[in-house]
């Protein structure tokens, strides 16, 4: 079973501040999900990265997979308190990318105060 | 295109008792997983059926808890007899029969057991 690590677990800032939060693993990932969960509700996905070094940009929000595939990382910039949430890095254990079931990390619980 | 439904959204138990939990997935999805999440931890993998089969249930508990997701009607979880550490929210997703096998969440039941 592939092992995600989520840090840090619990970040709080002010709006208008950026933050980073990360997802390691000791395995190599075929890919990596990133979701953001809001009280109450389900996972809402944000992102797939596939490819190795692969940066993607969704409005204020940066991912960035490791060249190795080893690792992600998530970046908001300038943080408002509509990104306050849970995010949740997700990967499908083993080596091929069907369907199939999804292993997640803890989660970063990341409260953003006007 | 109505989201994947689930009900209810809360449920009491007593000790002892049964608890069912429904999912309705997306249409045109026929995949369903099902999720557990205990307090501030991520999401735990329980099961994987497409209609009438189980494909992979290597996270249910071996004792008290079935699902299926018969020819008709909505994908159900049954738990039998519930103890105080069911006490969680489950999450049920969906996904089409395509390569991407995207997973959409419900918004979850959360299940008190008093």
């Known amino acids: 079973t592939q092992l995600l690590e989520q840090s840090p677990q619990f970040l709080s800032i002010q709006e208008g501040e950026n933050l980073t939060v990360y997802c390691n693993s000791s395995?190599?990932?075929?890919?990596l999900q990133w979701y953001r969960q809001e009280p109450g509700e389900g996972p809402v996905l944000l992102v797939t990265v596939v490819t190795g070094g692969e940066v993607k940009k969704l409005k204020r929000l940066t991912f960035q997979f490791g060249d190795a595939r080893k690792d992600s990382s998530l970046h908001i910039t300038a943080a408002q308190p509509g990104d306050t949430g849970l995010y949740l890095c997700a990967c499908r254990p083993g080596t091929t990318d069907s369907w199939g079931k999804l292993q997640f990390g803890a989660g970063t619980q990341v409260v953003v105060t006007p | 295109n109505a989201g994947v439904m689930q009900n209810p959204r809360h449920l009491v138990r007593r000790r002892g008792q049964e608890a069912r939990l429904r999912c309705s997935p997306m249409k045109g999805h026929s995949h369903v997983y099902w999720y557990r999440q205990l307090p501030e931890e991520g999401l735990k993998f329980m099961v994987y059926l497409q209609k009438e089969n189980i494909i992979d249930e290597s996270g249910m508990p071996k004792e008290r808890f079935s699902a299926e997701f018969p020819k008709e009607g909505p994908s159900i979880l049954r738990i039998q007899q519930v103890v105080r550490g069911d006490s969680a929210a489950y999450f049920c997703a969906s996904s089409p029969p395509t390569q991407t096998g995207q997973q959409f969440f419900g918004p979850g039941t959360r299940l008190t057991v008093l």
């Open positions: 395995s190599v990932f075929s890919s």
